[in-house]
């Protein structure tokens, strides 16, 4: 059964970095096509999507957030860490991340709620 | 960035209806589109993945269909538990998503 948790700071003040980890289980990112992508929505929005790892470390990025991303991994932990710089009010959303098999985004963590403000 | 349109942004419909979502993208994504559901406060279900695939557990009273930039995804026979906001995803060229269809109670 596969599972993921986010976990990380509820409140960021503007021009803060926000770091956020998942959690997951039931699946390995040593595992041949696995992969942990992180989403956003933004309170009564749409999805938008913001980065990407796979197994072997393979990393992508929504080109209009690239140079504010950063995504790794720590495969013996199973954990991913997203970290966005220069936070920003309109960055408040609710965070997913999921995981990807056969590059398709099957499961999905609850989210975290992540507001800016000072 | 690839764009994708989805219509109409909210549908009214009644059980036991037919409802039919579309999915435009700005550029051909062969058939690297998925569709999802969301209820409010909670995280998106896949539904249908390479544009007609059901996920295991899905009722097969949804299909999607299309290729190329144009999709479409089909519930026949609407039930109480389908109204929710639907998304269209493309995962040909990065990720994008559509803006969601509203499902609601007529």
């Known amino acids: 059964q596969i599972t993921l948790k986010e976990s990380g700071p509820t409140l960021v003040e503007p021009t803060q970095t926000l770091t956020l980890t998942c959690t997951f289980s039931?699946?390995?990112?040593?595992?041949?096509?696995?992969?942990v992508a992180w989403i956003r929505q933004p309170p009564g929005k749409a999805l938008d999507w913001l980065a990407l790892?796979?197994?072997?470390?393979?990393?992508r990025y929504s080109p209009s957030l690239k140079s504010r991303l950063t995504i790794t991994k720590d495969t013996p932990k199973n954990q991913v860490v997203l970290t966005v710089t220069n936070m920003d009010p309109v960055d408040t959303a609710t965070y997913h991340c999921?995981?990807?098999?056969?590059?398709?985004?099957?499961?999905w963590g609850q989210g975290t709620l992540v507001t800016v403000s000072s | 960035d690839i764009q994708m349109t989805q219509s109409p942004s909210t549908l009214s419909a009644s059980v036991g209806d037919r409802v039919t979502i579309t999915c435009r993208a700005s550029?051909?994504?062969?058939?690297?589109l998925a569709w999802y559901q969301q209820k409010p406060g909670k995280a998106p279900k896949l539904l249908i993945y390479?544009?007609?695939t059901l996920q295991n557990g899905v009722p097969s009273r949804f299909s999607g269909s299309g290729s190329g930039t144009e999709f479409t995804l089909t519930i026949s026979n609407l039930q109480p538990d389908d109204f929710a906001t639907y998304y269209c995803?493309?995962?040909?060229?990065?990720?994008?998503f559509g803006q969601g269809t509203k499902v609601e109670v007529k």
């Open positions: 039931g699946f390995s990112l040593s595992t041949s096509g696995m992969g």
């Open positions: 390479k544009a007609s």
């Open positions: 550029q051909d994504v062969t058939l690297w």
């Open positions: 999921a995981h990807i098999s056969g590059d398709v985004l099957d499961y």
């Open positions: 790892i796979y197994w072997d470390d393979d990393k």
């Open positions: 995803h493309q995962y040909d060229t990065y990720r994008t």
